[in-house]
């Protein structure tokens, strides 16, 4: 899932290229001692409150230096929190803590082993990405396993954002959704 955006002014949604998959050649290997743990096991209906992001990041057009994240697949840029419901961006609550992405949302939990955390990682380019992994169980409750894992990739210079999954189930239960909003109409 990839969103150019060019960095002049704000561009809807509708504009930009959207593919998914799974391509575990991007995806970003943490270092315990450098990521921050924003929701750790056992929580549902987590949200963190608002965290510097470390670095500005263009999103359609607007820079964002904050974000919020919640255990319902909810990542949030700016200065709403990314709060429940999760606001899926088929709903009509997509508006609700816009601009967000969402790699999967439904209602779910963090599970016995599940984590929301995040760190900046310097690529081989020279460039900041700023990276938010989601291990998420497809229910909530203490007793379900994460089965679920994807990350938020945002890179400073090119202004993309990326959803990339890593090991996941083929199929995808009913009621989950991706995607991304602007706003309730975008």
Sequence with gaps: FLIPVAASAQLPLVNHEVATGVDTSRWYSFTESASTVLSGSYQDDGISGLQDMGMTFTFCGVPHTTFSANTNGNFSLGVSCAASP????????????????????????????????????????????????????????????????????????????SIVYGPTPATMPSGFQIGAATSSSD
Aim: negative net charge; proline residues 3%.
């Design 86 to 161: 999760y606001g899926s961006p088929l709903s009509t609550s997509a508006g609700s803590n816009a601009p967000k992405i969402i790699g999967i949302g439904r209602d779910m939990g963090n599970g016995t082993n599940g984590y929301v955390r995040y760190e900046v990682f310097i690529n081989d380019d020279g460039d900041s990405v700023f990276v938010c992994e989601f291990a998420l169980a497809y229910n909530y409750g203490s007793s379900y396993n994460a089965g679920v894992k994807w990350q938020i990739q945002l890179n400073q210079t090119t202004s993309v954002a």
